[in-house]
Structure formats: structure tokens, C-alpha cells
């Protein structure tokens, strides 16, 4: 497939998968898992300074990522937009991955919260990747609205439940059209190569990968899975039928006896 | 005489230093036992504002002000 790059805020990338950084067992097998995956952009929180941890987190890491620096734990607009400009300072970009959670048992995005802070945001001259449900009016507004990327999840962050609403997802991709990646809730590679076959433009991950039992080869599994949906998706895939369609002609057999 | 230190609110917990002058980037680098220049990757908030790091040198700390000093961390 000649040239399908992934253009985010002008720039170029041939990896549609993003990788959180969280959970690891240690930092070889993060390392190595984020290296296998061939992905360009990782996701990082911002944290009050450890003065007791041995190492700084930026130079743990093995080589250089595009750093998409989140407001995980925010409840609030006042939260989401501090942390979002301490983001910026720090790491010297204009990406955000907004998080606004309505509570710590499901993390599920508050979608009223969350419209009203990327709304500021985006006045603010951030680019926006918005963690939300999967409601397509919801997503729809939050394209209108500017943001760089609308990203619903699949099920609740970490819960590796996949897809749960397919007819959501095919709505969403229908009448949004900028890019849309799928965030949290993927359980496994079939559920991102299912999700990039439906046409969304990539697939954002952390657990499925480090809470495996082997994050590397499951961090490979899961970089196949989505070059093979998109793959598939750019190939055409056929129409279902409800009926046969016969792949070997009638036409010359042998005559019914 | 007594020796008398002032007290700040540096990433939710009391931080005592003494200091003649409260300015921001003092302030900062007396809590992290070195030069600024070392920790390039900081960002910094007083009183729930982001204060930007070519100001830390002008903004004069008040006591009791709660200051946030973050950084870039695990996270997905």
C-alpha cells in the first residue's frame, strides 16, 4: 500500500498506533514493548515531581517518541486546562489528550464537562485529542468544535472488554469526517484490526499490552493487528449477504445425475 | 534568637526554607537541592496558575502559597 501516512497536526506518520506508557512491569519490557510496536507517539501523565525516584521518566525512555501528554484524573474543566498548560510548558507542545472522568470506579468521560473544556482548550490554541464516549452526535460536535482527534472508547478505560457497541462505531465513522481513533478498552488484537477494518485512522492502547502476560510479543501482536485491519479496510472489504455466493462457477460441471 | 523559616505548600505537603527575598525560582531550587537548569523538564503552578518558566524569576512567593512543581510521568 503506497503511501498512507497518518498527518497529525502537519506531520507525517507511518505508525497508526499510539502507546500509553502505564503499567509496565519495568522499563526494559516497556522499552522494548514501545520499540516492537514501531509506534511514534506515547502517551505520558503529568505528575507532581518525585524528588525521592531514581531516574527522570523522559530519560528512561530508549528513543525519541512524539509525547502526547494527558489530563488522566481530571474531574474539572479547572483541572483538565491546568494540566494541559503545565503539559505544554513542560514538554514544549501544543497536543493534548483530554481526559475528564465523572467518576473513579467506571473512569467514564463526562461528556457535558468535557465539551465545555475542549471548547477552552482549543481557544487556547491546543490540539485536541479527545477522550470521549461513544455517542456519534457527541463526537460529531467534537470534531465541529476543532479538536485534532475524536477519540471514543470501545468499553471503560482498562477493562480489555472491546467492542461494545459496533453500531456506534459505524455511525461515528460515518458522519465524522476527520480522524477518529479508538482509545481504551481493547482487549486483544482482534478488536483493533476489527476496529481499523471499520475505517477509524488508528487505535489508541496501554493495558492489552502491558497487563499481558508478554507485553513485547503482544505490543508485535498488536501493531500487525492494526496494519492488517487498515489493510483490509483500504482493500475494500466485500459486502455481507444473507445468502451464498457461489466462489466456483456452476458454469462446466458435470451433468446432475 | 529564634530562627524563624518560612513556610510554603510545595506539592501538597508544608515545605519550611528560609529565605530573605521569596521569589519563585529560589524557591524552587532550594526544594530540589539544585539548579533549574538541571531539571529542563518542570513546569510550575502557583495558586492553581501555570507560571511560566522565563517569569519564575520575577514572581515574588507569598506565604502559605500552594505551589505545584510537576513533571512528565507514566501514563496512558
Not at chain 1, 507532581?48 to 488522566?72: C, V
Not at chain 1, 483538565?80 to 514538554?91: D, F, G, P, S
Not at chain 1, 487498515?230 to 445468502?243: A, Q
Amino acid at each position: 500500500m503506497k503511501s498512507d501516512y497518518l498527518v497529525i497536526d502537519g506531520k507525517k506518520f507511518n505508525s497508526r498506533l499510539i502507546m500509553g506508557t502505564s503499567l509496565y512491569p519495568n522499563l526494559d519490557v516497556m522499552n522494548k514493548s514501545l520499540k516492537i510496536s514501531e509506534t511514534q507517539i506515547i502517551t505520558v501523565a503529568i505528575r507532581r515531581l518525585n524528588l525521592s525516584s531514581k531516574g527522570f521518566f523522559l530519560d528512561q525512555l530508549n528513543k525519541d517518541y512524539y509525547f502526547l501528554p494527558n489530563t488522566a484524573g481530571c474531574f474539572t474543566q479547572k483541572e483538565a486546562i491546568l494540566t494541559a498548560e503545565l503539559a505544554r510548558e513542560t514538554l514544549q507542545t501544543n497536543w493534548i489528550k483530554l481526559e475528564l472522568i465523572s467518576d473513579k470506579e467506571m473512569l467514564l468521560p463526562d461528556p457535558i464537562e468535557l465539551f465545555d473544556t475542549c471548547k477552552s482548550l482549543v481557544k487556547k490554541n491546543f490540539r485536541v485529542f479527545v477522550y470521549c464516549s461513544d455517542d456519534p452526535i457527541l463526537c460529531k460536535r467534537l470534531e465541529d468544535l476543532g479538536c485534532e482527534i475524536v477519540m471514543p472508547l470501545v468499553s471503560p478505560i482498562g477493562s480489555g472488554l472491546g467492542v461494545r457497541n459496533e453500531h456506534n462505531l459505524e455511525i461515528i465513522r460515518r458522519i465524522c469526517s476527520g480522524k477518529i481513533f479508538v482509545d481504551a478498552g481493547i482487549g486483544k488484537p482482534s478488536d483493533a484490526s476489527r476496529i481499523m477494518e471499520m475505517g477509524f485512522d488508528g487505535v489508541l492502547l496501554n493495558s492489552s499490552v502491558a497487563r499481558s502476560l508478554d507485553p513485547v510479543n503482544m505490543a508485535n501482536a498488536m501493531k500487525l493487528a492494526v496494519i492488517s485491519g487498515r489493510l483490509g479496510y483500504k482493500s475494500g472489504i466485500i459486502e455481507r449477504r444473507n445468502m451464498a455466493s457461489e466462489s466456483t462457477s456452476f458454469k462446466g460441471k458435470i451433468s446432475n445425475f | 534568637m529564634k530562627n524563624l523559616k518560612n513556610k510554603y505548600f510545595i506539592n501538597g505537603k508544608n515545605f519550611s526554607c528560609e529565605l530573605k527575598e521569596p521569589y519563585l525560582e529560589d524557591l524552587i531550587e532550594i526544594f530540589l537541592n539544585k539548579s533549574i537548569l538541571k531539571e529542563p523538564k518542570i513546569a510550575v503552578a502557583v495558586n492553581n496558575q501555570m507560571i511560566e518558566r522565563c517569569k519564575w524569576k520575577k514572581k515574588k512567593i507569598n506565604f502559605q502559597d500552594k505551589i505545584e512543581i510537576v513533571a512528565p510521568f507514566f501514563g496512558g
